[in-house]
């Protein structure tokens, strides 16, 4: 008993304890000021026959056409009659195909819906890993257990590097980069269109790196430069979350996380604790344009020491 005070009584002095209370889906969405039940899609039209969906989760891009439908995120189960009725209003019909960006619940749990319903669904073959099984998502002070996905909500189809659909026009390259937010991340290129969907990948806000499943904060650097290297100036940029941006909103935030990399990596040189990291406010000059950093710093801390 003494033992084990004296370890909690060390682990506290040593900071680094976030408290962590597991919450429901709902709980956790009602945290983040999310109502799914009352959130309606809002259209953007990229061009004619290309969208993006806004409703609650993980921002949809889709594509509607001769061939019929492809759609980028699956956001969440209430989403789905929405997003059909949207995609029917703009001309579209069944959906053909799915691809999530990664397996995290809010790109994702529309799966077993679309899947009932003869939607193809598609992914990095280490996403579809992920669904297999259930997964702890730790944020700052609240845990989330993603539950296995069943069989009908996962990917039929899988890549390791590099796949491309040729669709309604378009060469659609689904590229993958290495571990970055997850382990299965996808960016989705529209080459014709020159669109890319960058899943949570990029962000308007700090990306959320999901080191504790894999994530990796030299491969969220590495798999957007990656995609800087394949697109241009004119290249519209969907992140996984908020409004559509563009070539230079992803550099800057490349070049964003690039200076904090190397400022976490100097202070973990130098010994310091995670709270001595947070303390130091190693990303100052960008919160305001970011937001609040310490999930970000949180979760790069851990990668950075792996
Ligand atoms: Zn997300
Ligand atoms: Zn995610």
């Known amino acids: 008993m003494k033992n084990a005070i004296q370890f909690c009584l060390m682990l506290a002095m040593a900071g680094n304890v976030f408290a962590h209370e597991y919450k429901t889906l709902a ?3 009602a945290g983040w000021g999310t109502d799914i039940a009352s959130r309606e899609v809002t259209v953007q039209t990229l061009q ?5 969906l806004f409703g609650a989760g993980g921002n949809v891009l889709v594509s509607i056409g001769d061939q019929g439908v492809l759609m980028v995120d699956s956001q969440f189960p209430e989403m789905i009659p929405k997003l059909r009725q949207a995609i029917k209003e703009l001309g579209g019909d069944d959906i053909d195909f799915t691809i999530n ?3 995290h619940f809010d790109h994702a749990d529309g799966n077993p819906m679309l ?4 939607t193809w669904l598609v992914a990095q073959e280490n996403a579809r890993r992920m669904m297999v099984g259930s997964h702890d998502l730790h944020y ?3 845990s989330y257990r993603q539950p296995a996905y069943p069989s009908i909500a996962l990917p039929v189809i899988t890549y390791a590097d590099r796949m491309t659909f040729h669709f309604n026009g378009d060469r659609i390259d689904l590229l993958h980069f290495g571990a970055a937010h997850t382990t299965g991340d996808s960016a989705v290129l529209f080459r ?4 890319i969907h960058m899943g949570d990948v990029f962000n308007a806000r700090y990306p959320f790196i999901d080191a504790d499943n894999g994530g990796d904060l030299d491969g969220t650097i590495r798999f957007c430069r990656s995609v800087l290297d394949l697109i241009n100036r004119e290249t519209r940029v969907i992140p996984g979350h908020g409004p559509v941006l563009d070539y230079g909103a992803l550099e800057a935030y490349t070049s964003m996380l690039e200076t904090v990399r190397d400022r976490l990596q100097l202070m973990l040189d130098r010994g310091l604790t995670l709270d001595q990291v947070i303390a130091a406010q190693p990303t100052a000059e960008y919160d305001e344009q970011f937001g609040d950093p310490q999930l970000f710093i949180i979760k790069a801390y851990m ?3 792996r």
């Not at 014709?192 to 669109?195: K, P, S, T």
């Open 27 to 29: 709980e956790l969405m």
């Open 48 to 52: 004619p026959g290309l969208h993006v």
């Open 101 to 103: 960006t990664h397996w």
């Open 115 to 118: 899947g009932r319903e003869g």
């Open 140 to 142: 700052v002070d609240t």
């Open 192 to 195: 014709d269109a020159n669109v």
């Open 303 to 305: 990668s950075l020491s």
